[in-house]
């Protein structure tokens, strides 16, 4: 199983209305079918300005990709993106022990920049340090 969460804060523009439709939106690629299990709400953890997470449970690669590069997974993200202010990326986590996982998992996101330039360029500048 791999463990996928992002963690986020919207723009202070952003309305209760506009808040809640990207959170919707984020549930409805949370429930695609390479998602075995998934959350999205409020980050409990140590938020440094990041007040909202979405977590998802992938089974293995094959999944990973597929949820990568699933219609309903690239329609969203563009819905998303302007509402927010930062996002950060992990921690991801693996019951998988496989010492390559984190780079195959690496490769797969490198395959969606290469195939999807202009999503990149639009995530880069939301990218939490």
């Known amino acids: 199983m ?6 986020f804060a919207f723009k202070e523009t ?4 506009e808040r809640e439709r990207v959170l919707q939106v984020f549930r409805r690629t949370a429930a695609v079918e390479s998602v075995s299990f ?9 938020p440094d300005g990041l007040t ?15 949820y990568m590069h699933d219609p309903v997974h ?14 950060a990326i992990g921690p991801d986590l693996s ?6 996982l984190a780079r195959d998992v690496l490769a797969l996101h490198e395959e ?4 999807y330039p202009e999503w990149a360029a639009e995530l880069a500048p939301l990218l939490a340090a």
């Not at 791999?2 to 963690?7: A, E, G, Q, T």
């Not at 969606?112 to 195939?115: G, N, Q, R, S, T």
Request: glycine residues 6%.
């Open 2 to 7: 791999i463990v996928h969460m992002l963690r």
């Open 14 to 17: 952003v309305t209760e209305e």
């Open 38 to 46: 998934s959350t999205v709400g409020q980050n409990l953890g140590d």
């Open 52 to 66: 909202h997470a979405f977590c998802v449970g992938i089974a293995d690669l094959p999944a990973l990709r597929r």
């Open 74 to 87: 690239l329609a969203g993200d563009p819905q998303i993106m302007p509402y927010l202010a930062r996002i």
């Open 95 to 100: 019951d998988d022990m496989s010492p390559t």
């Open 112 to 115: 969606k920049v290469a195939l």
